[in-house]
């Protein structure tokens, strides 16, 4: 039977018709990709770099972020509190959970990835870009050899693995004067190495803190002089703290990171009350460029620090 006799009158049907084509529409229109708050997005994130390196450390450049825009400093790594893991949750969206990489040196998955993109890893931020803004340029810089394996070498544009922190600055910075990327990611290797080395609380892990905030004071400062600053937008944090000489366990020190945010379209709020997991990271970076989240990653966006 026609599926118009299911109606008393073709009117009816017509109507019904109606509605549904409208709601459809509306439908298509919520999934399509909203207007970007910000053209460039630059992700920096600072091996070891405990919250509490506030406390000591002269930072002029990373409170100028603060001051000048959002910031927590009882942000949150998943746990362990280790690299790999948290660099994966940072760039995926979600925890270990569901992402699978769980040790401070995960290569690939110990436990199976819940989902599966199309380079055969589970979704990172940079294939969000790929499959809505696929023209758009992503790139990655990093002073740890262990980023590599986790994110899809095959989309980005820049994959660098730099021998020294200033060295990945440097390309990184080329590659956002010469590319204009969507996204670049700035893996710094310090001040977790000094903290392995000679140990946290120390004179010369609060001197490595230092050299990181000259690093992106180098940064800024180019931005600026550049004009680029006008449509970017900078994100800094870290994968973990430290205790002694190690880290990967449970205390504050160890699992609360800062979390700043600076640029277009962030308000200069200061301290945000909202609670922020390292996993929020990429979903916010979506948010920034206009982008739908995944459905099956677990983070949201820190929309608090964002102006609407």
């Known amino acids: 039977m026609p599926i118009y006799k299911k109606f008393k009158t073709m009117k009816n049907f017509k109507y019904f018709l109606a509605l549904f084509c409208a709601m459809y529409t509306l439908s298509l229109v919520a999934q399509k990709q909203s207007a970007p708050l910000s053209k460039h997005v630059i992700l920096i994130g600072s091996d070891g770099f405990g919250a509490y390196a506030f406390n000591k450390a002269k930072v002029p450049n990373l409170r100028k972020m603060m001051q000048g825009g959002a910031y927590s400093l009882k942000a949150r790594s998943v746990l362990p509190s280790s690299s790999a893991v948290n660099w994966a949750s940072m760039l995926m969206g979600s925890g270990p959970e569901l992402h699978g990489y769980t040790e401070w040196g995960s290569k690939t998955p110990e436990l199976p990835s819940r989902i599966i993109g199309k380079s055969g890893m589970y979704p990172t931020i940079f294939s969000v870009i790929d499959q809505q803004i696929p023209n758009a340029k992503k790139g990655v810089a990093y002073s740890w050899g262990g980023i590599q ?44 190495g000094v903290g392995h080395d ?68 962030i308000a200069p709020k200061g301290n945000l009350t909202t609670s922020i997991v390292t996993y929020d990271t990429a979903p916010t970076i979506a948010y920034l460029l206009g982008l739908t989240t995944p459905n099956f990653w677990r983070g949201k966006p820190v929309k608090q620090a964002i102006t609407q």
Not at 157 to 185: C, R
């Open 149 to 192: 394996y986790l994110f899809e070498k095959d989309i980005v544009n820049l994959n660098f693995n730099g021998s020294t922190d200033e060295q990945t600055l440097n390309k990184a910075l080329d590659f956002i004067l010469n590319e204009k990327p969507a996204l670049t990611f700035i893996h710094f290797n310090q001040p977790d």
């Open 198 to 265: 000679i140990g946290h609380d120390t004179d010369a892990y609060y001197a490595a803190v230092e050299k990181i905030d000259a690093l992106i004071g180098k940064l800024l400062n180019t931005l600026e002089k550049e004009g680029l600053m006008k449509e970017t937008t900078i994100i800094f944090s870290s994968d973990h703290g430290g205790v002694g000489k190690g880290h990967g366990g449970k205390s504050l020190l160890e699992v609360e990171i800062p979390w700043i945010i600076y640029g277009k379209n």
